[in-house]
């Protein structure tokens, strides 16, 4: 976390995929001031669907998200 009167920390992160996402709202969070570059014009929207095991859902909560996804998602067991 940024302290007062610090100079602000920038993060550089390369691609818009859940990887550079994830990272940059983690970084944010943590006061970064940070920039997310992505070397493609379009997005790619192919997929039939994201299954997210435990590990996932702590990030997800970690990242202060997890409501948000979770109301918009099936379950399944
Ligand atoms: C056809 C297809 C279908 C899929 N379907 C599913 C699915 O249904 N469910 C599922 O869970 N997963 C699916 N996947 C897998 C899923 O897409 C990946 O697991 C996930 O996208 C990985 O996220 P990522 O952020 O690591 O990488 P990516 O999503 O690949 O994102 C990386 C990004 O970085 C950009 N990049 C790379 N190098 C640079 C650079 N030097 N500078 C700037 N930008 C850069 C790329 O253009 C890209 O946009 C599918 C994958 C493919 C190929």
């Known amino acids: 976390m940024q302290s007062p009167g610090q100079k602000p ?3 550089e992160i390369a ?3 859940l990887a ?3 990272t940059a709202t983690a970084f944010a ?3 970064w001031q940070v920039r997310v570059h992505e070397r493609s014009k379009d ?4 997929g039939a669907g994201i299954y997210l ?3 996932t859902l702590n990030a997800l909560e970690e990242l202060g998200v997890y409501d948000k996804v ?3 998602a099936s ?3």
Request: aromatic fraction near 4%; charge should be positive; avoid cysteine.
């Open 70 to 72: 979770r109301n918009r």
């Open 9 to 11: 920390r920038i993060a």
């Open 15 to 17: 691609g818009v995929g």
């Open 75 to 77: 379950l399944r067991r």
């Open 20 to 22: 550079g996402l994830a």
């Open 53 to 55: 095991f435990e590990n």
């Open 29 to 31: 969070h943590q006061g």
């Open 43 to 46: 997005l790619r929207e192919i």
